[in-house]
């Protein structure tokens, strides 16, 4: 049944929500903005009722929604999977994340893009564990080849390679090589990219007249995978 609003009350611990009364008794909450739209003794539709509902948990899915997105940048699936464990219904989940998207709050390009400037700045990834980190976020598979195309991976790799290095250094050419090596292909760099990495590193110091790195025999120089 439909009914009479006899009180429009803010919420004591949500300043943002208001209580709608209705004949007298508690009917449901709503956002102050959508309340603002109603007023005392205005007759609500069973209808109007089931309207104002529907779209208050939407508006509920939205506002969880952004305090998710207000710790970091996350991808569109991260943020339907944070609704859907917080039982949101899917309907109202895409009509949020719709919206998040025309308000540009949710790209998955713009996503995976700062995943990798992140990466690069404070823990450097090779292509393959930064693809596979961007499928979990949920990224589409297109997207992840887009920006890991013009991805630097050895650049990333010398990067990520540098601290480990200065702390290797003082071991003999064969080991320092197989820690290194080991390091870098547990984040993902091809071993390629490695050998590469661990040449330059080697060249660097022996061009500073570095004696650190004491020599192997010229058969034990490979990286072994």
Request: hydrophobic fraction near 40%.
């Amino acid at each position: 049944m439909g009914g009479t609003i006899t009180a429009l009350e803010v919420q004591q611990h949500n300043k943002e929500r208001v209580n709608v009364y209705l004949d007298g008794a508690f009917a449901f909450g709503l956002a102050v903005l959508e309340a603002a739209r109603l007023r005392k003794g205005q007759y609500l539709t069973d209808s109007e009722i089931a309207a104002l509902k529907a779209q208050d948990v939407v508006e509920q899915a939205y506002e969880r929604a952004v305090r998710f997105l207000a710790q970091r940048p996350r991808s569109t699936s991260e943020i339907r999977r944070h609704l859907a464990d917080k039982g949101v219904d899917k309907a109202a989940i895409e009509e949020a994340i719709a919206r998040l998207e025309a308000q540009g709050y949710l790209d998955d390009r713009a996503f995976a893009r700062y995943w990798l400037a992140n990466r690069q700045q404070f823990r450097p990834r090779g292509t393959r564990a930064l693809r596979f980190e961007l499928r979990e976020k949920g990224v589409p598979a297109s997207v992840i080849d887009e920006v890991l195309a013009d991805f630097d991976s050895g650049d990333a790799a010398y990067q990520a390679a540098l601290d480990k290095a200065r702390r290797f250094r003082g071991l003999d050419r064969r080991t320092f090589r197989e820690k290194l090596g080991s390091y870098l292909t547990r984040r993902g760099f091809d071993y390629d990219t490695v050998r590469d990495v661990i040449d330059r590193l080697i060249r660097e110091y022996e061009d500073e007249g570095s004696d650190v790195i004491a020599p192997s025999s010229p058969d034990t120089d490979d990286i072994e995978e």
